[in-house]
C-alpha cells in the first residue's frame, strides 16, 4: 500500500469495488434487539436482521429498566449545554461521543474511522479511505485520504439513524428530497449507499465491466471493490434505481483465497445497524455486536487486538487476511457476529488489608488523622469537584477499614452534605455551582460550574464516575443518605451509560462496543476523530457506577457496570498501558505507552502537559482499589520500564503517587522499596484526587 490512493471520480458519482459474487446460503433468521426500542429512525432497507447465531458465553444479561423521561424531568430544565448538531434529523437524540460524532456537530463534517476504512461527507456525497499509518518515535499517526470519492449531486446531508457502533447519513438534493442513504459502521468493511431514487454516478476511468454486478480497481496499490445489487455500468457512468445498493471495501493485505468472493457477496446487503448485547460471569464478560443486513444475509467484520487477546470464543470464517490500522493489525472475519470476552472486573471500594502488620497500620491512621486535617474546601466544578468528594470518602472508607471512625466522623458528615447538596436535582434553581440541570435540546445532563469542556458534552463519564464513586463509598453504610442521592445519581449514570435508547438520553452515551472503550469528546471537532486520554479514569466511570449500583440495589445496573468496567479494561491495557510494541505498524514508536488514543491516530502527548510523567500518570488515575486490572496478564518488565520512562529521576515528578502504586503492582518487593519513597514523598506529587493515607495503603495492600 502506499499513501497515494486519491482517485476523484466524474459529477455526480460512484466508485467501484472487487471481487467475483458468490452465493453464500444461510437461514436468515431476525436477531432479538433488546436495546433496539426508542427513536433511532430506521436505515434504508429497514430494521434487517441477521442469520441466527449460537450464543457463546455468558448468558444475556437484561438491561437496567430506567425511566429516563422521569429522571431527567425533575431535574432543573435549561440550556446549559454548547452544542450544534445541524446535519441530524429532527427528533433524533444527538449521538454525542461516537466515533461518528464529526459528521453530525458542527459546521463542517469532519472525517471518521469505522475501522479498516476512514470516511467523509462532502458537498455532493463522500469520499472512503484506507488509512495507511504513518509511524514516528511520538505517534502513529493514518489520517483520512480519500481513495473513493462518491459524488451524487448532493446539496446536503443529515443522519438519519445511529446505534452506538452504526450510523446512517441521508443525501439530499438542493430541494431537501433524499438521493439515497450511506452507511457505515465500526467494524465493517463496507461503506454502503442505497438510492432513494434512480441516481447516475461515474465510476472514472481504470475500473472494467460489472461482472454480476462486481467491478474491481488498482487504486494507489490497493484492489479496491464495488459490488452493486442492481443497476449498470457504461461509459464511465454507474447507473443505480431506486432502492438499488451499491457497497465499496478495499480487499485485505495477503487475501485469502476466498477473501474477495466473501466480500464482494456480502457486500450488495448493506448493513443497516448494529445490536448490542452482553453478558458476565465469574470468569468473563461478553460482548456480543450483531450486525444487520437489510435482507438479513451474511455480513463480514474485522477484529482489533483486543478482541484476540486472552480467553476468546472460537471463531469460525476468519483468516480472511488482514488490514493495517492505527491500532495495530485487523483480522477480517466472514459472519454477522462478533463475539469476544474479557476478563472479569468486579467494582470494587476497598483494599484488602487483613494482612497489613501492626507498624503499617499504625502509619496509615496516623496519615489519615493528617489528610483529613488537611482536607480543603470542595470545589465547585463537576471534574475538581467530584475529585475531591472521592479523595475524601475514600479516606473516610479507609478510616473506618482501619477503626479509626472516630477521626474520619467529622469528614464523612462533611461529604454526606457535600453530595446531599449536589443531589438536590432543582438545585440550579437556586445556584450557579454544585448542582446538574437536564438540557432537553442536546439530551443531556450537564453540571453548572463546567470544567474541560463538559458543557460540550465532554468528559462526563470522567466527570460523574468520581460522584458516583464517592456516593457508593459512603452510601454503603448509609441507606438514608442513598434514598437523598438517588435522584441525581441515577440521572448522571443513565447520562453516561443508559442502556437503553430514548427520547431523554442517547444509548451508552461515551462507550463504544466496538472499540472496547469510551470516547470523550462531546462533539469531536478533530480531522482525526474522536478520542480519549485517561482510559483508566473511564474504568474508574463503570467502577463507580457499579459501587452506586451496589448501594442503591440496582442488581442489572451492577452487571451493566461490570460490563462495561472489564471491557474498558481490557482496551485500556491493550491500546494504552500494555501496547503491542512488536505490531510491525508500532516498528519506530519508542515509548512504552501511548496516552492519547484517538479514532486516527496514537500519541505519547497529553492535552495538558509535556512531562513524561503525565504520559503515564493520566492512564493511573486514580488507583481505585479495583486498579490491580492494569497488572492482568502484564508482565513487571513492561511496568517497570513504563515508570522508569515516566520517571527517571524518581518519584517527585506529576503523578508520582500513581506511579509508585504502579510499580507495586511488579510485585511485593517493589511495592516494599515504594513504601519508602511514598512516606518521603513531597505533596506536591501527591495527586488532588489522593492522598498520602491512601497511597500507602495502596502499598501495604501490595505487600509493601
Known amino acids: 500500500m502506499t499513501a497515494d490512493r486519491t482517485v476523484r471520480l466524474g459529477t455526480p458519482r460512484v466508485l467501484v469495488a472487487a471481487g467475483v459474487v458468490v452465493v453464500l446460503v444461510a437461514v436468515a433468521l431476525l436477531v432479538a434487539r433488546p436495546w433496539a426500542q426508542g427513536t433511532i429512525a430506521p436505515a434504508a432497507g429497514g430494521p434487517g436482521g441477521a442469520p441466527a447465531a449460537p450464543l457463546v458465553g455468558p448468558d444475556d444479561a437484561p438491561p437496567p429498566d430506567v425511566d429516563t423521561a422521569a429522571l431527567t424531568s425533575a431535574l432543573t430544565q435549561a440550556d446549559d449545554a454548547k452544542v450544534h ?32 476504512l476512514s470516511f467523509a461527507l462532502t458537498d455532493g456525497g463522500f469520499t472512503i479511505g484506507l488509512p495507511d499509518p504513518v509511524t ?15 459524488d451524487v449531486g448532493a446539496a446536503s446531508s443529515q443522519v438519519v439513524a445511529a446505534d452506538p457502533v452504526a450510523v446512517t447519513a441521508r443525501l439530499l438534493d438542493a430541494g431537501g428530497d433524499a438521493l439515497g442513504d450511506v452507511t457505515v459502521a465500526a467494524g465493517s468493511p463496507f461503506v454502503s449507499f442505497t438510492a432513494a431514487q434512480e441516481v447516475e454516478v ?23 471493490g464495488l459490488a452493486v445489487s442492481d443497476g449498470s455500468l457504461a461509459g464511465g457512468a454507474l447507473t443505480l ?37 452482553y453478558g458476565v460471569d465469574d470468569d468473563v464478560a461478553r460482548t456480543t455486536l450483531t450486525y444487520r443486513t437489510a435482507r438479513a444475509t451474511p455480513s463480514a467484520h474485522v477484529l482489533m487486538r483486543h478482541h484476540t487477546t486472552g480467553e476468546q470464543p472460537e471463531r ?100 454526606a452534605d457535600a453530595l446531599r447538596e449536589w443531589s438536590e436535582p432543582t438545585g440550579c434553581d437556586e445556584r450557579a455551582a454544585r448542582c446538574f440541570v437536564y438540557d432537553e435540546a442536546a439530551r443531556s445532563v450537564v453540571g453548572r460550574t463546567p470544567s474541560f469542556g463538559s458543557e460540550e458534552l465532554n468528559d462526563h463519564h470522567f466527570h460523574y464516575g468520581y460522584l458516583l464513586s464517592a456516593a457508593g463509598l459512603l452510601g454503603a453504610d448509609d441507606p438514608d443518605l442513598v434514598d437523598d442521592l438517588r435522584p441525581v445519581m441515577d440521572a448522571l449514570a443513565a447520562d453516561v451509560a443508559a442502556a437503553q435508547p430514548s427520547d431523554a438520553l442517547p444509548q451508552l452515551r461515551t462507550f463504544d462496543p466496538y472499540a472496547g472503550h469510551a470516547w470523550a469528546s462531546g462533539t469531536s471537532p478533530f480531522a482525526d476523530g474522536n478520542n480519549q486520554e485517561s482510559a483508566s479514569e473511564a474504568v474508574n466511570a463503570w467502577n463507580g457506577l457499579g459501587l452506586w449500583a451496589q448501594v442503591s440495589g440496582q442488581d442489572d445496573l451492577l452487571t451493566q457496570a461490570t460490563w462495561l468496567a472489564s471491557t474498558e479494561a481490557a482496551s485500556a491495557r491493550d491500546y494504552w498501558t500494555d501496547p503491542d510494541l512488536d505490531d510491525p505498524v508500532m516498528d519506530g514508536y519508542e515509548h512504552r505507552v501511548v496516552a492519547l488514543t484517538w479514532g486516527g491516530k496514537r500519541d505519547w502527548a497529553t492535552w495538558f502537559s509535556a512531562e513524561p510523567s503525565a504520559m503515564l500518570g493520566i492512564l ?80 501495604a495492600a501490595h505487600g509493601a
Open 202 to 224: 461515474g465510476a472514472g476511468n481504470g475500473f472494467d465491466a460489472l461482472v454480476d454486478g462486481v467491478t474491481t480497481g488498482d487504486l494507489g496499490g490497493t484492489t479496491w
Open 620 to 699: 493511573l488515575i486514580p488507583m481505585n482499589p479495583a486498579s490491580d486490572w492494569l497488572a492482568v496478564d502484564v508482565e513487571p518488565e513492561q511496568i517497570l520500564a513504563s515508570v522508569a520512562e515516566a520517571a527517571p529521576d524518581g518519584p517527585d515528578v506529576m503523578f508520582g503517587d500513581y506511579l509508585l502504586m504502579y510499580r507495586a503492582l511488579a510485585g511485593p518487593d517493589e511495592a516494599a522499596d515504594a513504601w519508602d519513597d511514598a512516606v518521603a514523598l513531597p505533596d506536591t506529587s501527591i495527586d488532588d484526587g489522593s492522598s498520602r493515607a491512601y497511597l500507602l495503603a495502596w502499598l
Open 241 to 277: 434505481p431506486a432502492g438499488a445498493t451499491a457497497a465499496w471495501y478495499a480487499l485485505p493485505d495477503d487475501p485469502s483465497d476466498d477473501a474477495a468472493a466473501v466480500l464482494a457477496a456480502a457486500a450488495v446487503d448493506p448493513v443497516v445497524g448494529v445490536d448490542v448485547t
Open 316 to 415: 469460525e470464517g476468519c483468516g480472511l487476511g488482514t488490514y493495517r490500522s492505527v491500532h495495530g493489525t485487523l483480522e477480517l472475519c466472514a459472519g454477522s457476529t462478533l463475539t469476544s470476552f474479557a476478563p472479569t472486573l468486579r467494582p470494587t471500594g476497598t483494599l484488602d488489608l487483613d494482612d497489613v502488620d501492626d507498624e503499617r497500620r499504625a502509619a496509615i491512621v496516623a496519615q489519615v488523622e493528617e489528610d483529613v486535617a488537611a482536607t480543603d474546601v470542595f470545589d465547585a466544578d463537576t471534574y475538581f469537584g467530584g475529585k475531591d468528594l472521592y479523595r475524601a470518602a475514600t479516606l473516610v472508607v479507609l478510616g473506618e477499614q482501619l477503626g479509626a471512625d472516630d477521626r474520619v466522623a467529622g469528614l464523612r458528615t462533611r461529604v
Open 136 to 150: 514516528s518515535e511520538r505517534a502513529v499517526v493514518g489520517p483520512h485520504v480519500p481513495a473513493v470519492t462518491v
Open 85 to 116: 448538531a445541524p446535519r441530524l434529523a429532527e427528533g433524533l437524540t444527538p449521538p454525542s461521543n461516537r466515533w461518528y460524532s464529526g459528521l453530525v456537530f458542527g459546521d463542517e463534517p469532519l472525517p471518521v474511522f469505522p475501522l479498516p
